[in-house]
């Protein structure tokens, strides 16, 4: 079993920044791809940005893409999701997931940190 357990959000203004922090334990990550999703208010749960663990290759959403930066540390086996540029529809709660390599879905959630960007 994997557990996970975000943290980081919070209130900033429209351009500002923030980094989401996911600590993951359980199990060891080498064959996991670790990905991040948001829920808006009143919207169904989207796609933020996912990395492999093992070769830290990075994918991202189109609405994202240039201003958040996944990442993840080894020794710490944390996620991180720099969030630069922020803008008032990126205000989520902004969940970490993981999925073992090979697997369409998503196994393992957090509980959510929400965000919110005032304009």
């Known amino acids: 079993q994997v557990q996970l357990v975000e943290s980081g959000g919070g209130l900033v203004q429209a351009g500002g920044s923030l980094r989401l922090s996911c600590a993951v334990s359980g199990r060891t990550l080498s064959s996991y791809i670790m990905g991040w999703f948001r829920q808006a208010p009143g919207k169904e749960r989207e796609f933020v940005a996912h990395?492999?663990?093992?070769?830290?290759?990075?994918y991202y959403a189109d609405s994202v893409k240039g201003r958040f930066t996944i990442s993840r540390d080894n020794a710490k086996n944390t996620v991180y999701l720099q969030m630069n540029s922020l803008k008032p529809e990126d205000t989520a709660i902004y969940y970490c997931?993981?999925?073992?390599?090979?697997?369409?879905?998503?196994?393992?959630w957090g509980q959510g940190t929400q965000v919110t960007v005032s304009s």
């Open positions: 990395i492999i663990w093992s070769s830290t290759n990075t």
């Open positions: 997931a993981a999925r073992p390599s090979g697997v369409i879905d998503y196994h393992f």
